[in-house]
């Protein structure tokens, strides 16, 4: 072997050591001169060295996050942007569905890698760059993540169940969606107001949006296809403090009953009252809780650490009852599938949004806020002006950034079985415990 192939060989080997020892830095001033490590990191063709070094890849998933709001004064041109970029994918034939073998994930190399490369690059997740190997690097892991995000799905980098399902639904179905939700943003009102609140039924999150910037994003649970939240504009009028829950009677018949049948201590543990038409106070052991109908009383559960509302109520004008809450399950918030209320829109966070709703409603900052939770003492505070809200149905959408996202269609709205819930309904079950809508 000659001395220059042994000293390119020293050279390569004493990179790979500096990379994997977190020594990038020093191993790129002492080769400046024979070794480029920019265009080795953007060369088409890498092998396997990305699995142990990758500067560009970990921002990808990230990029995906945006302050701008899914609809908006630019929200039809956004949207018409990405459908003519879904139809010039399509006349080309699409993207390739991906079958793998193997659990696809960093570090695994599989001639499955190969399409998959293809196929984050032909949706834009990966760029053209990082070349066609058998290799999940770092930079299909970024692109995955990518993918990820756009879905509204867990951005762990590994190709899943639930993101191999997304990504092999077809471009054709895809393209239907993006025009499905354009025809819906076509009939949102030109004017939605300085400040406003936006409820995404899919997405399952909230934006607070002022001046056409999101200040606010919230996860959120929201009705499950048999309860589904109902689709309204409207205005958010009060904020209630330490709210009394009273349960709609679709529940204490579906849900009470039953639960009172197995534990008559159901309502006492629950701090759950049964209220006459004249306020006054009903023994529950008087009522026969194994007939056909529910009683004709109000069950009405007291402040609370378990008060299914927990701190705050939003309530705002609608024919449906609905709300916006907190709640004392905030595990449910991790949850991949968050469609499991009655119809009512649990907030993570919600004392931010409250506290952004009342910003002109002296003298409600946060400090006051929640020195009136701590009490326990029921306390309704009307806005000094209302604050628009929308609950909409979008499934697809494309803000300025020209990112495109998708989500599953889980009231079957979008005209296509493929685009149905993908995820698995995993619908909280009622186990001894009172759940708001």
């Given amino acids: 072997m000659s001395d220059k192939k042994i000293l390119d060989l020293s050279r390569r080997a004493f990179l790979r050591s500096a990379a994997a020892g977190g020594l990038v830095a020093v191993a790129g001033s002492a080769f400046a001169d024979d070794m480029d490590l920019q265009s080795v990191i953007d060369a088409p063709r890498r092998g396997d060295w990305d699995d142990q070094f990758d500067s560009k890849a970990i921002s990808s998933a990230s ?23 879904y139809q010039e994918i399509v006349t080309q034939g699409g993207w390739p569905q991906v079958n793998p073998t193997q659990k696809l994930q960093l570090g695994v190399a599989d001639p499955a890698v190969q399409v998959l490369r293809k196929r984050l690059m032909i949706s834009g997740d990966l760029p053209q760059a990082a070349g066609i190997s058998n290799a ?14 756009r879905h509204g799905l867990p951005q762990d980098g590994v190709l899943g169940d639930f993101t191999l399902k997304a990504m092999n639904i077809p471009a054709d179905i895809r393209l239907m969606q993006l025009q499905t939700n354009f025809k819906r943003l076509q009939e949102v009102k030109a004017d939605l107001g300085q400040r406003y609140v936006m409820v995404n039924i899919p997405a399952a999150y909230i934006e607070a949006v002022e001046n056409g910037r999101v200040v606010q994003r919230h996860t959120a649970v929201v009705g499950r296809p048999s309860r589904p939240t109902h689709i309204i504009d409207s205005k958010i009028y009060e904020v ?17 009953m039953p639960l009172m049948q197995k534990d008559p201590t159901y309502l006492t543990r629950n701090n759950i ?58 595990g449910l918030f991790n949850k ?30 946060r400090q006051h806020i929640e020195q009136v939770i701590q009490t326990r003492v029921n306390t309704p505070i009307k806005l000094a002006q209302e604050v628009p809200v929308y609950f909409k149905y979008f499934t697809a959408w494309s803000a300025k950034d020209g990112i495109v996202q998708f989500r599953d269609d889980i009231y079957s709205m979008d005209g296509a079985q493929q685009l149905a819930l993908q995820t698995g309904l995993n619908q909280e079950t009622v186990d001894g415990s009172v759940n708001a809508q």
């Fill in 136 to 149: 999940y690097d770092s930079y299909v892991t970024a692109a995955v993540k990518r993918f990820q995000a």
């Fill in 273 to 330: 009252r049964l209220l006459d038409g004249k306020g006054q106070e009903v023994d529950p052991k008087t009522i026969d809780w194994f007939a056909a109908k529910a009683p004709n009383l109000t069950f009405r559960q007291d402040p609370g650490k378990i008060n299914a509302m927990a701190s705050t109520k939003i309530n705002f004008h609608n024919p449906n009852d609905e709300y916006m809450h907190d709640t004392p399950q905030q």
């Fill in 63 to 85: 990029a995906v996050a945006t302050t701008n709001p899914i609809f908006g004064p630019e929200a039809i041109p956004n949207i018409q942007q990405a459908i003519n970029k």
């Fill in 336 to 365: 991949l599938v968050r469609f499991e209320s009655s119809g009512c829109v649990r907030v993570q966070n919600v004392r931010d949004l409250a506290t952004w709703l009342l910003r002109d409603t002296p003298p409600w900052d």
């Fill in 240 to 256: 209630i403090l330490n709210p009394y829950w009273t349960a709609p009677r679709s529940i204490v018949q579906k849900d009470i």
